[in-house]
């Protein structure tokens, strides 16, 4: 089935012919559903602190900061194009009408002087059209306007990276949410006086973003007072799947040669494994306020990296102690209650075993990566959100799933799914070191069962591609999860330009 020149690509792109046969196995058959035992909720796995317990965390996170023995990483994924931000805007310059018509398109052109982009807009009509934007709408030339945006020939927002756009006004000059993050770095995530945050990119805007630092890094770090060491990395091409036919074959592109497609956001736990850090937190590049909203953001990311540390530090001084092999059935049943009510890991049989296999399933229990995740009360955005669902081993824990992950014939799965009081907005804070200050290798701890297949087209001929377990899903499905609610003005992301005129981003 695979010819020579087939598996001198796959040997070139790092992957193995084993993995490739059994990502056609998966494309063919597809993933299992996952089975849940409920959704979680306040007091079943999601945490609302008090003030009191609020204010404790965040004087956790300040200590750990202040010991400056750690190393702090703010990981952004950043490799999207803002295209799909522009879909009804494409759909107007190519479309029939001249003049606004859909409800999106009247609003886009009634607000047009609030988008942080309008200056640059401007100059660009100017320069392209010998008009500005006022004069070009006067004369109905609306196309011409959402062209320049668009289109290379102006601002090219229709192929930059979503990172790079002009998002929000301030008085000395509007900001990207590159900026936005960098702030947001050495607000939260600085040590020693300095603020590491790592970008992931794609290849084509690698040096657009790394020229953007450049430009901008100095003028924060003197406004903060601190160093910014900012890295890149990409998608590795051994995180590409292959692509399958409708019935299961190898997609071959019009030249023979097979096809392979990135393995979406969960391809990113390998950028994730190469971080030297202590504590990483995680939060998408276009969920970013201005300034005058920031104080919850901070706030907010301060609690769940106390919450963090905190349950790190007592889950590390338990393996010391089981490390020690003198201890008590009384201190076993303690780390017993732990792992079930602070680490929400439950084990139905856990009482059966013999202190000996309990001390092995509590030891490997606590001894994995930890995240705690911020998540905000359903308001009906797509997406996925906190369960609590069973394990490869029987054990049921903590989970981020999708609707895809849920088997829709399954009515009770379904009522679940869709009453949740709560969704993901990705607000992760990651411990990626074990008791021992060694790095975790974080690939062990993906279930591989958690993929996911789609239906895409190329050149007009159908395919199933594959995506690896998402980054927050099953890469991180054998973690030790905690969930805590945090308030939606944390949640902000821009999926359409327009969202760009709420009032959280004036």
């Not at 059935?329 to 013999?354: P, S, W, Y």
């Amino acid at each position: 089935m695979l010819s020579q020149e087939d598996l001198k690509l796959i040997a070139h792109k790092g992957i193995t012919e084993a993995q490739v046969e059994t990502q056609l196995e998966e494309l063919k058959h597809g993933f299992p559903f996952l089975r849940i035992e409920a959704a979680a909720g306040i007091g079943r796995g999601i945490a609302a602190p008090t003030d009191d317990e609020r204010a404790g965390y965040i004087e956790a996170w300040n200590a750990y900061k202040a010991s400056g023995d750690k190393k702090i990483v703010k990981f952004v994924p950043a490799s999207g194009a803002a295209s799909r931000m522009f879909k009804d805007m494409f759909a107007f310059v190519n479309g029939d009408h001249d003049m606004p018509e859909t409800d999106f398109e009247k609003k886009y052109f009634d607000n047009i002087t609030k988008f942080a982009f309008y200056d640059e807009l401007n100059a660009a009509c100017l320069k392209n059209e010998g008009k500005d934007i006022a004069a070009l709408m006067a004369e109905g030339k609306y196309k011409a306007v959402a062209a320049n945006m668009l289109e290379p020939k102006g601002l090219n927002y229709g192929q930059l990276p979503k990172g790079l756009l002009l998002f929000h006004k301030y008085p000395e000059g509007p900001r990207t949410p590159l900026e936005e993050h960098l702030v947001e770095g050495a607000l939260y995530a600085a040590s020693g006086g300095e603020a590491r945050i790592h970008f992931t990119v794609s290849h084509e805007h690698r040096e657009l973003f790394k020229k953007k630092v450049a430009e901008k890094c100095a003028a924060y770090a003197e406004k903060y007072g601190i160093r910014y060491d900012v890295t890149f990395s990409e998608q590795k091409p051994s995180t590409d799947t292959i692509a399958a036919t409708p019935d299961g074959e190898p997609f071959r592109n019009d030249d023979g040669t097979l096809l392979f497609r990135p393995g979406g956001h969960g391809a990113l736990i390998q950028n994730l494994n190469d971080i030297d850090a202590d504590v990483v937190f995680v939060k998408n590049i276009d969920n970013v306020v201005p300034d005058r909203l920031k104080a919850d953001t901070v706030e907010y990311k301060q609690l769940l990296a106390g919450m963090l540390v905190t349950l790190q530090a007592k889950a590390f001084d338990y393996l010391r102690l089981l490390d020690t092999g003198t201890y008590t059935h009384e201190q076993l049943e303690e780390i017993i209650r732990f792992v079930q009510r602070d680490l929400c890991c439950r084990k139905a049989d856990v009482k059966q075993l013999e202190d000996a296999e309990l001390v092995i399933y509590l030891h490997g229990k606590l001894n994995r990566p930890m995240r705690v995740c911020g998540v905000v009360k359903n308001v009906g955005e797509p997406g996925g959100g906190p369960f609590l669902a069973y394990n490869q081993d029987g054990t049921v824990s903590l989970q981020i799933l999708e609707s895809s992950q849920i088997d829709k014939s399954n009515a009770e799965y379904v009522r679940m799914f869709t009453e949740g009081t709560h969704f993901n907005p990705v607000d992760l804070v990651c411990a990626v070191k074990d008791y021992k200050g060694r790095p975790f290798n974080l690939p062990d701890y993906v279930d591989k069962t958690t993929g996911f297949i789609s239906s895409k087209s190329k050149n007009g001929r159908e395919l199933k591609a594959l995506e690896l377990p998402g980054l927050w899903n099953g890469a991180m499905s054998d973690w030790n999860t905690m969930f805590v609610e945090v308030p939606l003005s944390t949640f902000n992301p821009v999926k359409t330009v327009n969202d760009l005129l709420r009032e959280q981003h004036q």
